[in-house]
């Protein structure tokens, strides 16, 4: 198949389902109101409680959810075929990631902006807080050391990033400091920020720089020390200084390298070389259920509903801008996961170079990089598939190689800083409400909550040497992260039973998630216990047996609203 006409069939369908399914939602599902007052205005404090332009809002909040989620996702889980993956992308964004972050974002929104974790109070009950707490803080931990982990081992990687990536800072902090001390315009300054952005790329390109070892420490365990002290000061800074202003230039910087690799397509519409369907891969996983957890954001991740209810629903400015930051942002990121699928499974056949020096072409360079699950494993194995057939799009127009390469690794290290910010300042809120239930009001202050996230995450990262101790965590990532996915649909669907609203929007949604994720839990903790990894196991138990515990506890919940409305 011609990989334009797919981009082409999926972009349309995104613009028909916000149009239609989403619409419908906002107006008459959730009923969102352009008149009613906001958390940004009612507890505005201009340090979390912001009101937000809504394209700066989405900006933050599409950047924050993507992260490298739907750029690796994809490129991994291409390896069963095209068409399950593109399947996947679809339909999983439309009718359950989009619905699953919008429902977030309005029930927090119309609670005070309060994590998903703390709604639960409410709409469950208070142990059931606890427990979805302690899920969050699991999460979040590990995202936090493998984020800071995966920073630097891109900086190692593409050298050529660092200098584009560190300069963003004060180029983002002086468009902060005009828009909101100076009034300046917003599209005049974000566009003369974008060009100094883009300027400092071009020098990265032609002057990469490496950071030595540190302390005793590795490169990249020397990165990880410095990311997570940036993270700690970039956490406790009003939004306005760096996080909006940064995440609304890369959000730019997504959209210019989404249109640089749409163009490429137009131009080269190469065809998909990647099978339609490789149902049994040498030495993968089971199609079903992985696929639905190795592709998370680029259909729907737990993650999202951190971020809509951690820090956009503080700083939404009306209620009806809800549908274009949250069903849109999930949209906008299923249009990146396509642009990844076109790469790794059409581009990457233009031209790949093997590890021998040989340029192969077709379905033999999409062969040659997955030819087995563990030939395409590692960071540095997915991200080339990307990086590879990226460059070739970008090529197909006289592009420079060094210049669209260099674009493309910024683009992937500022999204993961974005995440890493983003998952810091959201644990740190995850702390405070925790603290505040439990009476322990002194260690919810923002500096003290951030150290205790950034510091947790630390001993975590270096309770293995290099900072690898997240790794050790990281394969009950996927899966918790999705079953949480799944929870936050639970939470949405008891806040809809309450309010008397039809309820399969989100039960469905809710239903499918919890099955096939919870089904890859049980096949993860099985091959836990064949291989002896006692740590893995008995964590995944733990985690497995609070999830059911909280769904139990939620079912009861909407049966008595569902009774009470009889």
């Known amino acids: 198949m011609n990989s334009l006409i797919l981009a082409l069939i999926m972009f349309v369908g995104y613009i028909v389902a916000y149009h ?305 930051v949250g069903y849109g942002g999930m949209l906008m990121e299923g249009a990146l996961s396509v642009l990844v699928i076109v790469a790794t499974a059409a581009a990457i056949g233009i031209a790949y170079k093997t590890k021998a020096g040989e340029v192969l072409t077709g379905a033999a360079a999409w062969k040659a990089h997955y030819a087995s699950w563990q030939a395409a494993a590692g960071l540095g194995s997915k991200l080339n598939a990307v990086i590879v057939g990226s460059a070739n799009l970008m090529g197909s127009y006289g592009i420079p190689l060094i210049i669209g390469s260099t674009i493309m690794a910024v683009f992937l290290v500022s999204f993961a800083g974005t995440t890493l910010d983003t998952a810091t300042r959201i644990q740190r809120y995850v702390i405070g409400e925790f603290c505040k239930d439990i009476g322990a009001d002194f260690l919810a202050n923002r500096w003290v909550a951030t150290f205790i996230a950034v510091f947790s995450a630390f001993l975590l990262a270096f309770a293995q040497k290099g900072g690898k101790g997240a790794l050790i965590l990281w394969p009950l990532f996927g899966t918790v992260n999705q079953l949480l996915a799944g929870l936050a649909l639970l939470v949405a669907t008891v806040y809809l039973a309450k309010l008397k609203k039809p309820i399969w929007f989100t039960a469905l949604p809710m239903i499918f998630m919890l099955l096939m994720t919870g089904w890859a839990m049980v096949l993860n903790i099985q091959k836990f216990a064949k291989t002896h990894n006692t740590l893995l196991f008995v964590v995944g138990i733990i985690v497995f047996a609070l999830e059911i515990w909280m769904i139990i506890e939620a079912i009861v919940a909407i049966r008595k609203a569902s009774a009470q409305g009889t």
């Not at 069963?80 to 996947?88: D, K, N, Q, T």
């Not at 592709?295 to 999202?304: E, L, M, P, Q, R």
């Open 20 to 324: 239609t399914y989403g619409k419908y939602l906002a107006k008459k599902i959730f009923k969102l109101d352009p008149e009613a007052v906001t958390p940004a205005h009612e507890l505005r404090d201009d340090i979390d409680y912001l009101p937000t332009k809504k394209e700066v809002l989405f900006g933050h909040h599409f950047t924050s959810i993507a992260g490298l989620g739907p750029i690796v996702g994809p490129a991994i889980a291409i390896i069963w075929g095209w068409v399950p993956a593109a399947l996947w992308i679809f339909f999983g964004p439309i009718f359950i990631g989009a619905v699953h972050d919008l429902s977030s974002l309005v029930a927090s929104m119309r609670n005070k902006g309060v994590s998903i974790g703390e709604l639960t109070a409410g709409l469950v009950n208070p142990r059931t807080r606890t427990l979805f707490h302690l899920i969050i803080f699991f999460e979040l931990w590990i995202v936090i050391a493998i984020f800071a982990l995966i920073m630097g081992i891109l900086f190692k990687m593409y050298p050529q990033s660092v200098f584009p990536v560190w300069m963003e800072i004060p180029i983002a902090m002086w468009m902060g400091y005009m828009i909101y001390k100076k009034g300046a315009s917003l599209t005049w300054t974000a566009i003369a920020a974008v060009i100094l952005m883009y300027i400092t790329v071009i020098i990265g390109a032609y002057w990469p720089l490496k950071l030595p070892g540190l302390w005793g420490l590795t490169p990249v365990a020397t990165w990880l020390v410095i990311l997570l002290v940036y993270s700690y000061f970039a956490s406790t800074l009003p939004v306005w200084t760096l996080l909006q202003p940064r995440d609304y230039i890369n959000a730019h910087e997504l959209i210019i390298a989404m249109g640089l690799l749409f163009i490429g397509t137009i131009i080269a519409h190469p065809t998909m070389v990647a099978p339609a369907v490789n149902a049994h891969p040498a030495g993968a996983p089971p199609l079903w259920p992985f696929i639905f957890v190795i592709i998370a954001c680029g259909a729907i991740s737990g993650f999202h509903s951190l971020v809509s209810s951690g820090t956009s629903s503080k700083q939404i400015d009306k209620e009806t801008h809800a549908q274009f």
